[in-house]
């Protein structure tokens, strides 16, 4: 009797994938071999399970290369590269990795802010540089964190662990989302819901946190950096495409706002031309979750998920 076959498209951290070849027939793309596109023209007729990444387009073209596919796991909590309805449509069930990389991703966020606040990057590469040459009234000021302002639109789990770390500091934190969190939860978090002009126009720190739907691509343009504090600094952990990042450059060179810290990018892995440049920006590479426990829990996930669909039992994480 032919394995049940299934795909991953890129090696992952752990145990967890040779758990998965104990039992299944399992194709890993070798990236240094074969494009994504590549890999799925190749291996998609004979898939039954897939695992993705967050990079790998999984639109109703490329699911239609996968005939006889009957789960996708996406290593990733976001999951807007593969196309839901169309999955839906033809009987694959879509996986994500939930609620595990909450707290990892909140640290990083807030590793950001810090950065971004006190000029951590700028102070690094000018000490290493040999240009540090003593104390200085002046040097890299930056802004207070204690005390200060937070607005947080999309105060779901990542941005629910980011505002609890905000009691440490201090200070008032304003949340954004379509839908109100429960008084309860706003209670206990010490979250202020407040419309989405406020929160731009008080926040001294801006974190999103949304998924990236038609709704939320370039909720920041323009007109949003227009509304926001000139001391304000903006921090994107979410989804490049959430800032219209031509936008924010334009921000960023006149003194709209004073910062920016990125860990996403609109046309990831390119990045906006000027980003690079400008000083006031702190540039991560996507790593938001990258701490190894993290990662090697993801793979568990999506390996364990996947292979509950390929045996008849309900996944632990099905995107609804
Ligand atoms: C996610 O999970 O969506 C992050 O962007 C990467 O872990």
């Given at each position: 009797?032919?394995?049940?076959?299934?795909?991953?498209?890129?090696p992952?951290?752990?145990?967890?994938?040779d758990?998965?070849?104990?039992?299944?027939?399992?194709?890993?793309?070798?990236?240094?071999?074969?494009?994504?596109?590549?890999?799925?023209?190749?291996?998609?007729?004979?898939?039954?399970?897939?695992?993705?990444?967050?990079?790998?387009?999984?639109?109703?073209?490329?699911?239609?290369?996968?005939?006889?596919?009957?789960?996708?796991?996406?290593?990733a909590?976001?999951?807007?590269?593969?196309d839901?309805?169309?999955?839906?449509?033809?009987?694959?069930?879509?996986?994500?990795?939930?609620?595990?990389?909450?707290?990892?991703?909140?640290?990083?966020?807030?590793?950001?802010?810090?950065?971004?606040?006190?000029?951590?990057?700028?102070?690094?590469?000018?000490?290493?540089?040999?240009?540090?040459?003593?104390?200085?009234?002046?040097?890299?000021?930056?802004?207070?964190?204690?005390?200060?302002?937070?607005?947080?639109?999309?105060?779901?789990?990542?941005?629910?662990?980011?505002?609890?770390?905000?009691?440490?500091?201090?200070?008032?934190?304003?949340?954004?989302?379509?839908?109100?969190?429960?008084?309860?939860?706003?209670?206990?978090?010490?979250?202020?819901?407040?419309?989405?002009?406020?929160?731009l126009?008080?926040?001294?720190?801006?974190?999103?946190?949304?998924?990236?739907?038609?709704?939320?691509?370039?909720?920041?343009?323009?007109?949003?950096?227009?509304?926001?504090?000139?001391?304000?600094?903006?921090?994107?952990?979410?989804?490049g495409?959430?800032?219209?990042?031509?936008?924010?450059?334009?921000?960023?060179?006149?003194?709209v706002?004073?910062?920016?810290?990125?860990?996403?990018?609109?046309?990831?892995?390119?990045?906006?031309?000027?980003?690079?440049?400008?000083?006031?920006?702190?540039?991560?590479?996507?790593?938001?979750?990258?701490?190894?426990?993290?990662?090697?829990?993801?793979?568990?996930?999506?390996?364990?998920?996947?292979?509950?669909?390929?045996?008849?039992?309900?996944?632990?994480?099905?995107?609804?």
């Open positions: 009797m032919t394995k049940v076959r299934i795909g991953v498209t890129y992952l951290p752990g145990p967890a994938l758990w998965l070849g104990q039992r299944f027939e399992v194709a890993i793309r070798d990236p240094e071999k074969q494009t994504f596109q590549q890999w799925l023209e190749q291996e998609g007729p004979s898939l039954q399970g897939l695992i993705t990444l967050l990079s790998d387009p999984m639109d109703a073209a490329a699911l239609a290369k996968c005939p006889q596919l009957k789960a996708v796991a996406n290593y909590v976001g999951y807007n590269n593969i839901v309805d169309a999955a839906r449509t033809n009987g694959i069930q879509v996986i994500n990795t939930p609620d595990v990389l909450t707290e990892t991703s909140a640290d990083f966020a807030w590793a950001l802010l810090m950065a971004a606040a006190r000029r951590i990057a700028e102070g690094h590469q000018l000490t290493r540089d040999g240009q540090f040459t003593g104390w200085e009234p002046e040097l890299l000021l930056g802004q207070d964190v204690y005390g200060s302002v937070l607005g947080i639109i999309g105060a779901g789990r990542i941005g629910q662990a980011v505002a609890a770390r905000a009691r440490g500091f201090s200070m008032t934190v304003l949340y954004h989302n379509p839908t109100r969190l429960s008084a309860e939860l706003e209670h206990d978090l010490n979250l202020q819901f407040v419309e989405l002009e406020q929160l126009t008080q926040a001294d720190f801006l974190s999103l946190h949304c998924p990236l739907t038609p709704e939320t691509r370039h909720l920041i343009s323009t007109d949003e950096l227009q509304k926001m504090k000139p001391t304000s600094i903006l921090v994107n952990t979410a989804r495409p959430v800032v219209d990042e031509l936008a924010l450059v334009d921000a960023l060179r006149q003194g706002i004073a910062g920016a810290a990125l860990d996403v990018y609109e046309w990831e892995p390119a990045i906006t031309a000027g980003l690079q440049e400008l000083p006031n920006v702190v540039l991560a590479p996507h790593a938001a979750s990258a701490s190894r426990s993290t990662r090697e829990k993801m793979a568990w996930m999506v390996a364990e998920d996947v292979a509950a669909v390929l045996t008849g039992k309900p996944p632990q994480n099905p995107v609804p």
